[in-house]
């Protein structure tokens, strides 16, 4: 079974639509975050859950909105897509603040805004 | 101001040679983490080692080891007998604050790593 599973791995959508990036995780964590890595590979946080709480929200354009239904799931909705929104969005979890250091990625997903 | 500076954009290495990879920091926190993940041509982000700043040892996981100068802010990721496998970009990441703060990773611009046959 996929730890962090992310749907869809592949987006293309035209520039001013909406579309959503569904994540999901079954390793029981209860932080989970959003990143972007661009074309030059540089990733960046976006957002971080924890307990379906928002806890950190970095500079992101108000058309990003991540949405927590329950600690397990972490979805992202982008509205009206812009070129520059080109990229791979990877989810993550871990177990939080108190242990495991480490982070949990899902597949990414590779959305191209044309 | 960069968090994490890693200097080698790209790096070759012989397979069955060691190599090593560049990694400073730069933080005022006392209590940090430092991560190297993994992410091969097909995407994913693998989790590799952690150290915390105040572990005494160097991390140690397998083939990789992150040699851990803490006067220097340095946290560079030692590769022991290179496979063809290990042919990636390797990140190098830090989270500010203690453990029982609420994670929030920087990642370093990445090193591309080739393994020649």
């Known amino acids: 079974d996929t730890a962090v599973s992310q749907t869809p791995k592949y987006l293309v959508t035209q520039m001013g639509n909406d579309k959503s990036i569904k994540c999901e995780q079954n390793?029981?964590?209860?932080?989970m975050y959003w990143y972007k890595q661009d074309s030059k590979k540089f990733l960046k946080i976006m957002f971080s859950y924890n307990n379906k709480e928002l806890i950190i929200n970095e500079t992101v354009p108000n058309r990003f909105s991540p949405k927590s239904p329950d600690k397990a799931h972490l979805n992202l909705h982008i509205n009206s897509l812009e070129l520059g929104d080109s990229a791979v969005y990877f989810c993550a979890s871990s177990q939080g603040p108190l242990s495991g250091p480490e982070a949990f990625f899902g597949q990414g997903t590779r959305l191209t805004v044309v | 101001a960069q968090k994490i500076t890693q200097t080698q954009p790209g790096m070759f290495v012989q397979e069955k040679e060691a190599v090593t990879l560049d990694c400073t920091y730069d933080t005022s926190d006392p209590s940090y983490g430092l991560f190297w993940y993994k992410q091969p041509s097909s995407g994913e982000m693998i989790f590799l080692i952690y150290?915390?700043?105040?572990?005494?040892q160097n991390a140690t996981e397998g083939r990789y080891s992150l040699n851990f100068q803490k006067a220097r802010k340095s946290a560079n990721l030692v590769i022991s007998a290179s496979q063809l496998g290990d042919s990636a970009m390797y990140f190098c990441a830090m989270r500010e604050g203690p453990k029982t703060s609420y994670d929030k990773v920087i990642f370093g611009p990445g090193t591309s790593l080739s393994v020649i046959p």
């Open positions: 390793l029981g964590h209860d932080t």
């Open positions: 150290q915390g700043s105040y572990d005494q």
